[in-house]
């Protein structure tokens, strides 16, 4: 085989493809939850902490001098970051958790209650195993 064609043969498997499906939705969830993060939770956030956004919250080293930028550890933005992971990971795993529960819904049998004639078959069954083990005895 030629390399074209093994190339072919691997990227059109299953699993390659429904791994660059996978990516592709992820990264549309990624966006979903950032702007949910930025422009919904985070804003009353802001508010409880005394209106700070923590995006701008930053230690200078070196003030900016001329055209020469400011050398500043923007901490803030390291914040948000954790914050917004933190977020994701957590809806991920609320999202993760409803789909196991529908999942285990499904594959659990449901159990029917017996009878009247199947519990009075069961007494029945069980009075003549005690009676069997009497006379062995």
């Known amino acids: 085989m030629s390399f074209l064609s093994d190339f072919k043969s691997f990227a059109m498997r299953g699993n390659v493809m429904d791994l660059a499906v996978g990516v592709v939705v ?11 993060v930025a422009d919904i939770i ?3 956030i802001g508010i409880l ?13 070196k003030p900016a001098e001329g055209t ?3 050398v500043r550890i923007n901490y803030g933005e390291f914040i948000q970051t954790c914050v917004n ?12 958790r409803l789909l196991s529960k529908l999942n285990r819904k499904k594959d659990e049998p449901t159990t029917v ?15 003549l195993k005690t009676q069997n083990k009497e006379l062995e005895k």
Do not use: C
């Open 26 to 36: 992820g990264g549309a969830f990624g966006q979903i939850v950032n702007s949910l």
């Open 42 to 44: 985070m804003p009353p």
């Open 49 to 61: 902490v005394g209106g700070v956004d923590f995006s701008d919250l930053a230690f200078t080293l």
């Open 68 to 70: 020469t930028a400011a």
């Open 85 to 96: 992971f933190l977020i994701i990971a957590f809806s991920i795993f609320l999202f993760v």
């Open 113 to 127: 209650p017996p009878t009247k004639d199947q519990e009075l078959l069961g007494e029945i069954r069980d009075l």
